[in-house]
């Protein structure tokens, strides 16, 4: 879309991060953490998110009139509103502060994600790392920058020599036993326990690939995009092209396709 400027959405998702994310991070009281479902503790919201995210809609609806914001938070409380991703109108998807539980427990690294869709394509990614102050842009068919600076994938090495993350039960929690073992061969494995944050490191050439189980479109919708201008590769499990709009599971990003095809042939467990 012409009339979109990233800049103008970057410079709102800076202001927002920084009166609504940055100021309570660290200084969250017992009543600013709550389990979205009583019980689980790894599946958090905090004051944060949800004022943050109240604000991202607000201002990315006001700064572009026609179109639609919807984000993590309210898709939880009302399911049926990512509907919205099969209308004309374009949505804006938010995920105000992705690594929560990190941020809850006053730990790095967390992100904010804003992307644009039109019609379950996502057209403008953007990753927001706060606390390293880095600010990634991907434009559908016009490259990736972090910062101004044009971002590049690593290139292409050696299992041995690989520096990744992987989710062991991204082919199910029955193969994990038998996927995990195989992490022993690769060079280095980290878990930020923020999706943002490691295509961060992906579009930046910081880490070679990243396996992914669960995929919600407002955490790898902006990510997927912004790996993809960077020159990345990212398929589904079962190689299907992965549009980021869509709940589904299993997502491999690599260098290219043929470093696609060996990650994937020797994780596959069966």
């Not at 309570?24 to 905090?46: C, H, Q």
Request: hydrophobic share 40%.
């Amino acid at each position: 879309m012409s009339h979109i400027d990233p800049e103008k959405v970057a410079a709102i998702i800076r202001t927002v991060a920084e009166d609504e994310i940055l100021s309570r991070f660290g200084a969250l009281g017992s009543s600013d953490i709550i389990e979205k479902r009583p019980g689980n503790a790894g599946n958090l919201v905090t004051t944060a998110d949800i004022e943050a995210e109240k604000i991202l809609i607000r201002e990315l609806q006001i700064s572009f009139p026609g179109t639609v914001a919807i984000g993590e938070e309210t898709i939880e409380n009302d399911p049926s509103i990512i509907g919205a991703l099969d209308g004309e109108a374009p949505v804006w998807l938010i995920d105000p502060v992705d690594g929560t539980s990190n941020f809850a427990a006053g730990k790095e690294p967390f992100a904010v994600l804003v992307s644009l869709i039109i019609k379950r394509e996502t057209i403008l990614g953007l990753i927001y790392s706060p606390m390293t102050n880095e600010m990634a842009i991907g434009s559908k068919g016009e490259g990736a920058f972090c910062n101004g600076k044009s971002m590049r994938v690593a290139s292409p090495v050696s299992l041995e020599k690989s520096f990744g993350s992987a989710h062991a039960s991204a082919w199910g929690r029955e193969y994990r036993d038998i996927v995990r073992p195989k992490f022993d061969n690769f060079g280095k494995m980290v878990n930020y326990h923020c999706a943002g944050f490691d295509f961060l490191r992906l579009a930046c050439g910081d880490k070679h690939f990243s396996l992914y189980r669960t995929l919600h479109p407002w955490d790898h919708a902006a990510g997927v995009l912004l790996h993809k201008e960077a020159g990345g590769y990212s398929a589904l499990l079962n190689g299907d092209f992965y549009s980021g709009a869509d709940k589904v599971y299993g997502l491999l990003s690599t260098p290219d396709k043929e470093y696609w095809n060996s990650i994937n042939a020797y994780l596959r467990p069966h």
